[in-house]
C-alpha cells in the first residue's frame, strides 16, 4: 500500500508497527479468550508516547501530527483493537484537555495518561437513556457555594475502571445558568462518590474495558468545568470528530490484518491460490481497503492542517472503514468457509472487533446523519 508519508510519520508508523508485531499480536487471541486489560502493553505504549501523538511534549506527547497518530493506531489496532481502542481514547482525552483544559488541569491530569500512571482516560458522554441523542443526557451537575455536585449514570465507558481522569458530560444548574446547559468536567476517579459497575461483555474487543460509572452526589471543585459552562455539548462533537478519525483508522488496521491472513491460508493452498473467483475478490476486497485508506488520510489531514472543521470528513472516514472492515472481514470469512470459521486463524476474531466499531463514538446510522445535515446546509 503506498502511503505518502514523511519520514517523521513513517518512523511513527514503523515503531508502532514493530511494538505491535513484538508485543500486542502474539497474544491477541489469548487476551480475547481472557478479556485481560492490557496494563502492561499500555504503558509500553506511554512509555513511546503514544498515547498523545498529536500532544505537545510539555505534557509528555509526541507532537508528531494527527496523521502520524492515524498510522500508530492502525498499527497497533491490526494486531489487536483492543488496545487499538484503549489508545484511540486515551489519545482523544489527552487532546481535549490539552485544548480546552487549564494549565491546571493540563499539568496534573494529561501525564497521567501520557507517562502510563493509569490505563487511559475515560469519555464519560454516553447514558443508558442517551447514546445517540448526546443531548438528551439526564446527569446533573449543581453548583453549591464553591463546588459542584454530580449526580447521575455514565454507559458504555472504556477503560472507566483503569482511568486516571474522566471527562464527564453534566447539565450544569449554575445561578447564572439555570436553563442547565450541557457542560463538561474534568473529574479525578479517586473522588468519593464514583462507583465502578462490572466490567461489560462485549462481543468484541475483548480486552478493552467498558463500565457503567455511577457518581452518586460526587462533590467536586468549582474550577473542574472543562472549557466554559455551557460549552460542553461543542467540545463533545468537537473530540469526537477528532475520536473518530482514531476509529476508522483502526477499522482499517482490522481490515488490513483481514487481508493479511486471508493472503497467508490463499497463498499456501492451492485450491484457493488457483481459484479465479477468489483471487478477484481479493483485488475487490483490497480496493475498498485503498478507498478507506485514502479517506482516513483525508480526515486526519485536515485536521493536522487546521484549515478548517473537518467534521464531515471525519464522519465519512468512520463510516465508510468501519462498515468496510464489516464487509471486508465478513466476506473473508465466507470465502475461506471452514478455515475462515477456525480460532486457528483470527478472522473470526477480527469480524467480531470490526462490527464494534461501527458502534462506538456514534454509530454508522448518526454519522451518515452529521455528513447529510453539514451537506445539506452547504447546498442551502
Ligand atoms: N463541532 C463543533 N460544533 C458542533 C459540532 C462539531 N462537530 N457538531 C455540532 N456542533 C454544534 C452545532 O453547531 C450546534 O451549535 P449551535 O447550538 O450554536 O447552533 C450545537 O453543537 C448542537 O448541534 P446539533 O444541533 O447538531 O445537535 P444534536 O443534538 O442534533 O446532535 C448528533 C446530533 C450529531 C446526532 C449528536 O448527538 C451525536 O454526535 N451523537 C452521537 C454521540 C456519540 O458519538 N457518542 C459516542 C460516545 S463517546 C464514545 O463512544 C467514546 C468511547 O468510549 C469509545
Redesign the pocket.
Known sequence: MHLDLTPAQLDIKTRAAQFAAEHVRPVAAQRDNTDLFPSDELKQLADMGFMGVNVSSQFGGLEAGVVAYSTAITEVGAADASVG?TMS?NNMVCEVLEQFGTEHQKKTFIPRITQGEYGGG??C??EPGS?????GMLTRADFQDDHWIIHGTKS???TGAHAGVFLVWAKAFHPDHEDGPITAFVVDPATPGISVGKAEEKMGQHGSNTVTLNFDHVKVPADSVLGHIGKG??IA??A??G?RIGVASLAVGIAREAIQQAATIINTTPALSQDATVVSKIGELYQELQAAQQMVFHAATLKEKKVA?F?REASMAKVFATETASTITEELVALLGPMGVLKDTSLERLVRDARVTRI???TSE?QR??IA?DLLKELA
Open positions: 481502542v481514547v475515560s469519555f458522554l454516553s447514546g445517540s441523542d448526546a443531548a458504555w465507558i472504556t455539548f461543542r462533537m468537537m469526537l470528530d475520536g472543521r467534521t462506538y463514538e456514534g448518526i446523519v452529521v445535515r
